[in-house]
């Protein structure tokens, strides 16, 4: 049964699909298309406004409410002391004159400010704050970007576009994060968008997955690299023993560095 409500009313037919969301956790476009009895353009409209200031994740044929795990996340310092620990040591494995790809992503970011000290680098990245970061470096390394589709969730390019530049070029390393680590699959992310990751990592010699223990065995819903994709794991000194050999029998290399 539909409420009494005017759709042209923008704020309040978003503050509804909120509460409609708070109510079943997930909902369709179709179900908000004939809750508020408006087109399909004007709700998408309204999932991406929402999306953009976190309140909501998008998927596909409709949205569900932003996972409190990813929304703790966002209230944290961008550059934990363990995210730098980490980029340092990402940082250790960068030699002269690489060619690397640096995807979008806080801990991934953290990299940047290590490449300082580094020569001749060429740094292709699909995030506009990597980009930034990069020129603003000393020893600016050449940049290319992937150009794209931009995504609000992501904050990156994603799409078609993206993956044809990336399938130009290759790579001696791939440095990436993650939501999630699954220890039975791999990396996995609640953004539905892979397509870019995958290519990322075909077309890199190595593929260098930077990410904090705390996301070690988080299972978000999509796969995003399978650990045959993966060479290297580096994360903090909190890692389990067994965990660590667990990921270690499965091909990959794994780092732990002290955050101290």
């Not at 109510?23 to 179709?30: A, D, N």
């Not at 363990?82 to 030699?95: E, F, G, S, T």
């Not at 990436?176 to 995958?198: H, K, M, P, Y």
């Not at 000194?237 to 732990?256: F, N, P, R, S, T």
Request: charged share 25%; hydrophobic share 40%.
């Amino acid at each position: 049964m539909k409420r009494n409500f005017h759709p042209r009313n923008t704020q309040q037919r978003r503050h509804t699909i909120m509460q409609l969301l708070q109510e079943k956790g997930e909902i369709s476009v179709e179900q908000l298309v004939q809750h508020f009895d408006t087109s399909e353009v004007t709700i998408r409209k309204d999932l991406s406004a929402l999306e953009s200031t976190g309140l909501l994740l998008r998927k596909y044929g409709g949205a569900i409410l932003m996972p409190q795990e990813l929304l703790e996340e966002n209230q944290e310092e961008l550059l934990s002391n363990r995210k730098l620990a980490i980029a340092k040591a990402a940082a250790d494995r960068i030699a002269d004159h690489n060619r690397i790809i640096v995807d979008s992503g806080s801990t991934t970011a953290a990299l940047i400010k290590q490449l300082n000290r580094k020569q001749g680098l060429v740094v292709m990245t699909n995030s506009l704050a990597v980009a930034t970061e990069l020129r603003c470096l000393e020893n600016e390394p050449t940049l290319l970007m992937t150009g794209g589709t931009w995504d609000t969730r992501s904050e990156s390019f994603q799409g078609k576009v993206a993956e044809q530049v990336l399938r130009s070029y290759n790579f001696d390393q791939l440095f990436i994060g993650a939501d999630g680590i699954d220890l039975n699959r791999g990396t996995t992310t609640f953004n539905e968008l892979v397509g870019l990751s995958q290519v990322m990592a075909e077309v890199a010699r190595e593929v260098i997955v930077m990410v904090e223990s705390q996301k070690i065995d988080r299972k978000m819903p999509n796969l995003e690299l399978t650990w045959q994709q993966i060479d290297v794991l580096i994360t903090d000194d909190l890692l389990g023993d067994e965990v660590k050999k667990q990921i270690e029998l499965l091909g990959v290399e794994v780092i732990c560095v002290s955050a101290v």
